[in-house]
């Protein structure tokens, strides 16, 4: 193999106690998780809101967001429950680019995973000391999962990830909510065999042991559009295609917590980040036209940062995205209490 074995990382037991959460990060883990849960199964009728940066790039703007999303939590919480996107590692479709902080702390830096790894649990305990909210992050390599699962809300499975088995069977381990993209292609059968997956116990080999999951059942949907063979986007997140998912589900009863959780961006904005808002709008009220529709839409995930737009790894612009681009802030918290009043 061409290979260069350059040094030996840490496992996730030497990191916690590296970095160990607090008594009180973890209460405000298992309070959340148990919101978010009752969200999911119907228990709570507020609307889940997932919202933040597509890629958490450096600390200092990830904490200014996040402390400005709190005040506005509180004045939602009675409709709305946040739970902010604190995602440290980002699939490339090429395999270039910038590929998260868990690869490069500094983003203008060479990689550096150990380094990496320290810093994306740091940025998590952080968040977590400073404003209570405990954040959703995608589960790009099953195996560093662990070295997070004590701190995050919820885990999205990504739309090139959502086929491959180690994703799904480890999904079926963890104890928080797991989110199913739909694939690039916009089959919905590879989502929901997903789902189906991720809801059944299986036994299989995770960090170098023969492990036994007990399924999850709080495995769901996330609509985020797709990409024909021509490669233009195409929108799934129409009244159309929310009745098909829950008819997708009808004929699965074994299924448990039936959710769709509709990401505003991707292929179902065409990356016209602006279009967020107007997306947003239109999925509560497709939710207020059909008892089907709202039982089953629990949620809406969102990008968003301080900045609008995005920009090149070393633009300079404190808080604004070097991924995909973001509604800015004030777009944002005006965002936010539209939709609160819409519910």
Request: aromatic residues 8%.
């Amino acid at each position: 193999m061409n290979l260069e074995f350059t040094r030996r990382l840490a496992i996730p037991m030497e990191i916690k106690e590296r970095c160990p959460a607090t008594a009180d990060m973890t209460r405000s883990f298992h309070e959340r998780d148990a919101v978010i849960k009752d969200i999911l199964s119907g228990r709570d009728d507020r609307l889940l809101l997932i919202i933040g940066p597509c890629s958490a790039d450096r600390l200092d703007s990830v904490l200014d967001y996040m402390t400005r999303l709190r005040a506005v939590q509180e004045k939602v919480l009675d409709r709305i429950f946040i739970v902010p996107r604190c995602y440290t590692n980002k699939p490339r479709t090429t395999g270039k680019g910038y590929k998260g902080m868990l690869h490069q702390p500094d983003p203008e830096g060479l990689p550096d995973m150990l380094g990496g790894i320290i810093a994306i649990r740091e940025m998590h305990m952080r968040v977590v000391q400073e404003t209570g909210f405990t954040c959703a992050d995608e589960m790009l390599y099953t195996e560093n999962y662990k070295y997070l699962d004590d701190l995050l809300a919820y885990v999205a499975v990504g739309a090139r990830s959502v086929e491959n088995q180690q994703h799904r069977l480890t999904s079926s381990g963890i104890d928080v909510p797991v989110g199913m993209k739909n694939p690039t292609s916009g089959d919905f059968s590879v989502m929901m065999n997903a789902i189906t997956a991720a809801q059944d116990r299986h036994t299989f080999i995770y960090r170098n042991w023969e492990v036994r999951s007990q399924g999850n059942p709080y495995a769901h949907a996330i609509l985020r559009g797709y990409v024909n063979k021509q490669g233009h986007a195409h929108p799934n997140y129409h009244f159309e295609d929310l009745l098909l998912v829950s008819e997708l589900y009808a004929r699965q009863p074994e299924l448990t917590n039936p959710a769709i959780i509709v990401d505003t961006n991707h292929s179902n904005s065409n990356k016209q980040y602006y279009e967020q808002i107007r997306i947003s709008k239109e999925i509560l009220h497709n939710r207020h036209l059909h008892a089907g529709v709202r039982k089953i839409v629990k949620g809406l995930m969102i990008e968003s940062y301080l900045v609008d737009g995005a920009q090149p790894v070393g633009g300079g612009c404190y808080g604004q995205s070097i991924t995909d681009p973001c509604l800015g802030w004030e777009k944002t918290e005006r965002l936010i209490y539209d939709l609160a009043e819409m519910l």
